[in-house]
């Protein structure tokens, strides 16, 4: 009985992900995803605002519904704008706000209600969402020219053609001896803008995709020199900090590599003692395995891309009171998380301490341990999703004698790892929420001499007791035949 019970259940599971499938087909579903193959769905778009009024534009959350802002602080103001990476499916919002000087709003159902709209991107490769009059939402495709344009040509390229339109239409008036049509004169100013600053926002985005395209072909051009230089010394830092935490009475020495809102690289010296590097090898020596890569199945794998040991250490807080030393490499870390991103980040929830081990076995050596290029979370500039990680600190307490070095090759860096240092990372913009567009992308050159031993942790943002970083992670695939695989994240 309750074999056909559990058969039943299966089959009605199989038919229902069948029917997600197909309404999928002609709307967006953003659970599932195309496992075999990349979707090919991103899109870089442009949001103007022509509406007259300030705005705040907000990016919908797919999967929490919440309303995360976009716009840079304090609004987005008239005839501004802006673009962003995103993903067809998406969905935005956009809020008016009253008139500073007014009190009042323009494009509500009257003038004490603020105006309220909503748009989707759709699969057009290039397309600029314009917020115009009582908040209308009109979508342009770049690469075709509407009529309306043709019958009413309007210069392009600089502002200050418009503002020849405005002081042509003024003179016309003039010289006509006729009162001069405010309404015509605002509707004409309101169109040159809206065109000029799009064009603009076009060509920037084309120079700015042709230079990640270089920025990509030099980094892997980089890597394989930096890497194969095992007398490279580590990049020189951009300013010199130096950090007081309240374990002990010890100033800490922090050199900035990197620093943008939402990629930071620091190096951090005498950041672990002999003492707690020894009570974490010790922990972790009868739990070593075979590392492994995400399967994006919510589990791991084994990979080629990485060849070490690893052991995952769970921290036992209850004796942190007592001086255990792994709680102290914890609460470290943390801190210095916390120090840096202003987030609030603590231990609850946080996934367990990594053990990792490289051992070199020569120059001869074709399948050195390594770690090949990789990013830790989301790197492709797009919002930070609840309970992702958003920060990575790697903790040296062996170093090997050949190789070994942390590279982060689309930022230009280098790290030579030295014993009780760290290198800390992160790829998420505080303020923003927005993620790293690549530049904390790193790997672990091959050790080629001697050892590398060093604790990792990953650092996520969004979780606690209730929702641990495991209940982000749980992944559903059904296989439909046909060469295609369906996954549905399953969120906690």
Known sequence: MN???????????????????????????????????????????????????????????????????????????????????????????????????????????????????????????????????????????????????????????????????????????????????????????????????????????????????????????????????????????????????????VTRKVDVLHDRPASKVHVIQNFISKAECAAMEETAIHKLHKATVADGKGGSELSPNRKALQAGIHIPWKKEAKGNLLTKI????????????????????????MSIQYKGRGVQDKEPDRYMPHCDGECKGMPHRQGQRMATIVIYCTVPEMGGATNFRKSGLHVVPEEGSATFFSYVDPETMMMDNGFTEHSGCPVIEGEKKIVTQWVRAGVDRENPWNSFNTRECFDFGFELVVCVSLFG
């Open 330 to 353: 914890s609460r470290r870390v943390y801190d210095y998380t916390d120090h840096v991103l202003q987030m609030g980040i603590d231990e609850h929830g946080q996934e367990d301490l």
């Open 3 to 249: 074999t056909n019970k559990n058969l039943i259940i299966k089959q009605i599971g199989v038919i229902y992900f069948a029917l997600i499938l197909l309404i999928c087909s002609v709307t967006s579903c953003h659970g599932l995803r195309a496992a075999h193959r990349d979707d090919g769905l991103f899109r870089e778009i442009g949001i103007v605002n022509v509406s007259g009024s300030n705005l705040e534009v907000f990016w919908i959350h797919y999967e929490t519904k919440k309303h995360i802002l976009i716009s840079s602080p304090p609004y987005l103001k008239p005839n501004d704008g802006f673009t962003i990476k995103s993903h067809v499916g998406h969905q935005f919002s956009i809020q008016e706000l009253p008139s500073p000087k007014t009190k009042r709003c323009i494009n509500g159902p009257d003038k004490t209600t603020c105006g309220r709209a909503f748009f989707t991107v759709n699969a057009v490769d290039k397309q600029a969402f314009h917020i115009g009059e009582l908040l209308e939402v009109t979508i342009k495709d770049t690469v075709t020219i509407d009529d309306e344009r043709i019958l009413h040509p309007l210069p392009s390229g600089e502002l200050s053609d418009c503002e020849a339109i405005a002081l042509e239409t003024i003179e016309s008036q003039q010289q006509h001896l006729s009162t001069m049509d405010t309404t015509t004169l605002i509707q004409r100013m309101t169109k040159c803008v809206e065109e000029t600053v799009t064009q603009q926002m076009i060509h920037a985005n084309e120079e700015i995709k042709y230079q990640a395209l270089l920025r990509d072909k030099l980094a892997e051009q980089l890597e394989n020199y930096t890497c194969a230089d095992y007398e490279l010394p580590s990049s020189p830092a951009l300013r010199t900090e130096y950090w007081n935490h309240t374990d002990l009475a």
